[in-house]
C-alpha cells in the first residue's frame, strides 16, 4: 500500500504514526510546504511572548522519519491533483501517485481587504512568521492587531507581555466571541484593557500607511492609528486551494464521514481542513483546534490502513490563561434564543469568577468557565460523551463537583 498524506501539523503525524501502528511495510510519504518537522502550532504564540525559544516548538525531532520508515517531502506544495489517475502534482513539477492520501493541509489565514504587502505587517500562521515577527521587535514600538480570535486574542496578549503599545480591532465588540459569550468577553476584555490593551470595537482597516516599513493604517471611521508592527488575526479557513471541489466534497471545509473519509473513496480528510459533524451543534462544523486535530488524524490513519474506526463527532474546546484568568470553553456556546435552550449562569463580580451552562433538554452543550474552572474536565467529558443531567442542572454550576456527586 501506497500512503500520501498532505501535510506534516498534527493531524499529519498523528495519521502517520496509526497507519504504521498497523502496517509495518507500506510506503508512506508525508508532504509540507513548511520545511521543519512537526511542531506545536498553538505554542507559537509562547515564542511571540518570549517565554519559550523557538528550539522548544517541535513535537517531533528529525529522526521521527527515518524511525517509522516514512518518506518527507518537504518545503514543497501540492498544486493540485488528479483524482482519477491517483497524482499529486507538485510545486516543483515533480508527481506523486498514492493509492490512499490523507488531506491534512490546515487551515490559512483569513485574508483581509486592504492590501498588506509592507513589511512588518504579519499573519501568524507558522513558525517562519513569528520569527520574522521576533526580528521586528526591537523597533515596535506600537503594534496593531486586526482581530480578537483565538490568534488575535493571543497575538495581542504575547505583545502586551513584552511591554509593547498594543490596539486591537475587533468587529464584534469583545475577543474570542467564537469561544465565549458577552459577559465572558467583557470580562477578558476588561483584564486585556487593564494590562493597557486599547481596543477599537466595530472598525475595520481600509489601508496601511508607509513606505519601507508600515508606520499606521487607516481606519473605516475615517481615523488613523499609528503603528510599526501589524498582526491579522481575524480567523482562518480550511486549506482547500488545490482540492477538485467537482470530486471532493468542500463546504467551508472537507466534508467527511464518520471514518473521516471524503466523499471520494480512498480520499480521507483530518484537523483544520476538515468539516465534520458537530456533538452539540447537530450539524457539520470546522472544529479548528489542536486536540480534535489529534483525534481525526488518529482515526483517518486507522481507516487508510484498513481497521474501521468511527468518530463520534467533533467539540470545540479550550483551555486559556491570560494573565490573572483562567477561562475554559467547550462545546456551544452562544446558541440562539430558542427555547429548546436552557442556559443557567452565576458570574461573581467580588470574586471575578463567572460559569455558564447551556443545556439541551437533559443534555448539556456548553459551558464557559472563568477561573475556578476545576470542574472543566467533568464537564467537557458530559458534553463529549453526551451524559444524560439526571441531578438537578444547578449542581453543575457549582465550583467543586465529584463525578459521584452527579449519581443519581
Ligand atoms: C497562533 C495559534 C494559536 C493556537 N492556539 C490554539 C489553542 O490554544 N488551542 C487549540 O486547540 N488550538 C490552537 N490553535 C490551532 C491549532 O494549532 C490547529 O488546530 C492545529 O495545528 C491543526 O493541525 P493540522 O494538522 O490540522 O493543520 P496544520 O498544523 O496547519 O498543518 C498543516 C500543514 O500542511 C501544510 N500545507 C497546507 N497546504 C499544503 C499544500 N498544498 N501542500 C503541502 N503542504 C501544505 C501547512 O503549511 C502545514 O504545515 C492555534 C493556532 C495558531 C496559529
Known sequence: MNYVIIGNGIAGVSAAESIRELDGSGSIFMISDEPVVPYCRPMISLVLEGVISPSKLP????????????????????????????????????????????????????????????????????????????????QTRRALVLGGGLVGFKAASSLLH????????????????????????????????????????????????????????????????????????????????????????????????DHLQTSCPGIFAAGDVAEFMDITRKTRWVNAIWPEAVAQGRIAGMNMAGRCVSHKGSLSRNVIRIFDLDILAAGWVNVPDDPRFTVLSEHNRRLNTYRRLVFEGDRLIGATLINQIETGGILTAMIQNEIPVRVSKRKLLEPHLSPKSLMF
Open 59 to 138: 513535537i517531533r525531532d528529525s529522526g521521527f522519519y527515518e524511525a517509522l520508515n516514512i518518506t518527507p517531502v518537504l518545503g514543497n506544495r501540492v498544486a493540485r491533483m488528479d483524482v482519477d489517475a491517483k497524482i499529486l502534482f507538485l510545486s516543483d513539477g515533480k508527481t506523486l501517485s498514492y493509492d490512499t492520501l490523507l488531506i491534512a493541509s490546515g487551515a490559512d489565514p483569513r485574508p483581509i481587504k486592504a492590501p498588506a504587502s509592507l513589511p512588518n505587517i504579519f499573519f501568524m500562521r507558522n513558525q517562519h512568521q513569528v520569527l520574522k515577527m521576533l526580528e521586528a521587535l526591537p
Open 162 to 257: 513584552r511591554g509593547i503599545d498594543v490596539t486591537m480591532l475587533i468587529r464584534s465588540g469583545y475577543p474570542l466571541s467564537l469561544q465565549v459569550d458577552e459577559i465572558a468577553g467583557g470580562m477578558i476584555l476588561a483584564e486585556l484593557t487593564r494590562r493597557g490593551l486599547n481596543v477599537r470595537v466595530g472598525v475595520e482597516v481600509t489601508g496601511f500607511k508607509g513606505t519601507d516599513t508600515v508606520t499606521g493604517a487607516f481606519l473605516s471611521d475615517g481615523t488613523e492609528v499609528s503603528c510599526n508592527l501589524v498582526i491579522v488575526g481575524k480567523g482562518v479557513l480550511p486549506s482547500v486551494s488545490f482540492v477538485p471541489r467537482d470530486r471532493i466534497q468542500v463546504d467551508l471545509g472537507i466534508v467527511v464521514d
